[in-house]
Each structure stands twice: as C-alpha cells, then as structure tokens.
C-alpha cells in the first residue's frame, strides 16, 4: 500500500471547518483512500473512503486531487467531540498481503472552544 | 447495527497464566482482525481471517493463538505473555477483505502484563 503523510497536529475553533490534509504521492490506480478516527482510548472508527470521485456523507466530505496524490478530509463544523486522532490511510482493492489498514502517525486534532 | 463488542475491556495477567480475549459482530462480515495497539501509537495488524479462515499473520508470536469459531466470532489466546505485550487488543471487521470494505472497530481489550 501506499503511503501516507500528515500533518502531526492541527487546532480548530469550534463551528469552523476542519479541513485536515493527507498526502500520497505513490498512489497507484486501485487504491481506496481511507479516513479514519480515534477518540482517546477508544477503538478507531469509520469516516469515509473513497477513490477518485470526491464523497460526501453524514460526518465529512472527502476530496480527492485529480492526480490522486493528495486529500482532504473536510469537518464542515466541528465540535468538541470532534477532537481526535485522524488517520488516513490507502488501501488495495486486492488484498495480496499485508496490506489491510497500515495506519500512519495520523494527525492530532484538537476543537477548541 | 454495526456494533463489534469485546471482552473483557481490561485485563491483567501474570506471565504464566492463560487468558483469552473475545470478539463478537453481528452485521454477517466475513473478515474479522485482531490489531495491538500500544500507547501513542498507530494500530498495527496482528491476523486477518476471511471466511473463518486465517489469511494472514503478521509475523506475530506463537504465544498469540487466533481463533474463529464461526463467523461471528474471533478470539485472541493469550499464553506466557511479556510485559511488552500490554497494550490495547482491537478486534475489527469487514464485510470483505477487499479494501473496498470499511472496516468496525470494536473498543478494545487494555492488557496489562505483570
């Protein structure tokens, strides 16, 4: 799998946009991008994937660059609750191997009031 | 639902002894994961089984055991742990292995090895 780099850390004013970014340059064509979240000491939970198109559900929006090398993850308001760990991960279509959800360092967010 | 419970949510054990963590899901996913995660690290992989089958093992200690009885469970045997071994012990699944399938955490199992 490819993958990905972040930013460690970021802060938000409460009923802002979080918009968190996320490269991967070494993409290939049938690599999903993943966004994932952990609030402190839970387990991660699921936000969106996608793979070229731009997505959009009920937690955030997802865009993707045309070339595919890079992401953001949009909070379009985010809320104390919100505060977490982000990861973004690229996943294969074809599992060969190890490659099921390497998680990279992610990017700490912090909602501040 | 996309619930995936586990059992115990902490757990303290002596070297010697022998426990087991417990995954349960109930959405009729095929694949299920056990990953460790230790503090202030990202979540590394541990197994994949897919269709009650192991399909993977991430080089991980023969004194991990997985097992899946059936598929809606996974568990994790645990015999003559180190102390190195404490971290937080998170089960997940998918509906399939294919990295189109997102994957359902559950909250984690805290081991402490003494």
């Known amino acids: 799998d490819a993958k990905t780099t972040q930013p460690p850390s970021m802060d938000c004013a409460e009923g802002r946009a979080a918009n968190l970014p996320c490269n991967h340059s070494?993409?290939?064509?049938?690599?999903?991008v993943y966004w994932y979240r952990q609030i402190h000491s839970q387990g991660p939970q699921y936000i969106i994937h996608?793979?070229?198109n731009n997505e959009t559900n009920e937690m955030a929006s997802l865009i993707i660059t045309e070339d595919r090398k890079s992401s953001t993850l949009i909070l379009p308001h985010a809320t104390l609750r919100d505060t977490a760990v982000y990861y973004c991960?690229?996943?294969?279509?074809?599992?060969?191997?190890?490659?099921?959800?390497?998680f990279g360092t992610g990017t700490r967010l912090t909602v501040i009031p | 639902d996309t619930e995936v419970t586990q059992t115990p949510k902490h757990l303290v054990m002596g070297m010697t002894n022998k426990k087991s963590l417990k995954c349960e899901q109930h959405?009729?996913?095929?694949?299920m994961y056990w990953y460790k995660q230790k503090a202030k690290k990202p979540p590394e992989l541990m197994f994949v089984?897919?269709?009650?089958?192991?399909?993977i093992n991430e080089s991980v200690p023969s004194r991990f055991s997985p097992e899946c009885p059936n598929s809606s469970l996974l568990n994790l045997h645990l015999h003559a742990l180190q102390p190195e071994d404490s971290a937080l012990y998170l089960c997940?699944?998918?509906?399939?292995?294919?990295?189109?399938?997102?994957?359902?955490f559950g909250p984690g199992t805290r081991l402490t090895v003494t």
């Open positions: 997940a699944s998918s509906q399939g292995r294919a990295g189109e399938y997102e994957q359902y």
């Open positions: 070494t993409i290939s064509g049938n690599e999903y």
């Open positions: 996608g793979l070229k």
């Open positions: 991960i690229v996943r294969a279509l074809r599992l060969t191997g190890a490659n099921n959800l390497f």
């Open positions: 959405m009729g996913h095929r694949a």
């Open positions: 089984y897919s269709y009650e089958k192991l399909s």
